[in-house]
């Protein structure tokens, strides 16, 4: 059935957005989803990642990564994770990895490209976010020109769509939308610490509960605690 | 004495071109070369990458990657290495790479970044050349935009700068200028195919050749057989 669906790229990183984005994505294409694992310290995201792609139905490829420079709270493990949410301040985070969705979003047109798909989606989000500028619509607006420039299907007319379906979503509609679709949040992860548990406490645990609480539904992560 | 000039990232291929573009690059920076292991056929080109590394006095980082996706017969032993010139007819060569300088460049700004480097150099250029998409300034005045509005530098407005010195030049030019900045030729390789010597007939040895001839040099490489 997935075969007459037009080809797309699905990147999945194991956190909510990505696994909303791929539920909406594989509406109307054959999804084939593309993990990273980058060295990020929380080594949950890549288990969970692959467990939405199967749940979701899709294939995946997971592509293991090297940013040996870091520079980034995320990758090196002698740099505090922020416990309290720098974006109030309207600082960029320790947590921002430098060029991380220039660097994804490449490898997706790669895979693309050579797949004959027709689309790469990515879950960012411009509301209850982290201040990454890489995560705002001008930013993909300006890729998507880079794309039609500096590719053979972009210089063809036929260019790859870069298609950011929940950037306008808080969590809450995240969460709404992903539950209108199936979607398991118990299989995602978001906690940046590495533990077990979520550590309850650094920003994407913040802005996970505050999209749960602002949608009225227990974080089916926490009940099974 | 490098440490006086500012910190700049120089993308080495082990070709001539990149190979000039780190000796333009080293009078006013201190470099870093970062080279990429993609799973190329012709396996001379990092050897060769390092080898122009050392020469130059600059440090490097190899970073293997991986494109399993292939699309390219660079990458795919099954695919043969066009032995006419496709440029002639207008169109992209079966050795284009899916976003190859898309993701080179990605992980060139990553590493910049977090180096605090101000630039990153690539040596690309659009007059004798492959016909490939991303090798033209239309491609790299979009990325530099998307750069900007991309980074946590670029947002901060000290956006790190993506420079392209030999964009204008003929192959001739980036072999005079190359000689007249001591570049050792013979340490280079150009050859797509990845035999012992270079093939004589696949694009980038033609290339190389129009280059030497029009300079009225003979190719070290070739003086060496």
Redesign the interface.
């Known amino acids: 059935m997935g075969k007459n669906k037009p080809k797309a790229v699905v990147l999945l990183s194991g956190g909510m957005d990505s696994a909303v984005t791929l539920y909406i994505a594989k509406k109307r294409y054959d999804c084939h989803a593309l993990i990273f694992d980058y060295g990020q310290r929380s080594r949950k995201e890549v288990g969970s990642a692959k467990a939405v792609s199967r749940m979701s139905g899709s294939g995946h490829?997971v592509?293991?990564?090297?940013?040996?420079?870091?520079?980034?709270s995320l990758l090196d493990r002698n740099v505090a994770i922020p416990r309290e949410a720098d974006m109030a301040k309207g600082m960029?985070p320790s947590t921002?990895?430098?060029?991380?969705?220039?660097?994804f979003l490449?490898?997706g047109?790669?895979?693309a490209?050579?797949?004959g798909a027709r689309a790469v989606f990515i879950g960012a989000h411009q509301l209850d976010y982290s201040n990454y500028?890489?995560c705002?619509g001008?930013?993909f607006d300006?890729?998507r020109?880079?794309?039609?420039?500096?590719?053979?299907r972009?210089?063809s007319g036929k260019s790859i769509r870069i298609i950011t379906p929940i950037i306008n979503y808080t969590k809450k509609d995240i969460i709404l939308s992903g539950i209108s679709m199936g979607v398991s949040f118990a299989l995602t992860w978001s906690c940046y610490v590495g533990g077990a548990r979520p550590c309850g406490e650094c920003e994407s645990c913040r802005l996970r509960a505050k999209g749960f609480k602002e949608a009225g539904v227990i974080d089916p992560l926490l009940r099974d605690r």
Chains 1, 2 share one sequence.
């Open positions: 490829i592509l293991r990564i090297s940013l040996p420079w870091k520079g980034s960029i921002y990895v430098p060029a991380r969705n220039l660097i490449s490898y047109v790669s895979y490209e050579a797949l500028p890489d705002r001008e930013f300006s890729f020109e880079t794309v039609e420039r500096g590719t053979k972009g210089v």
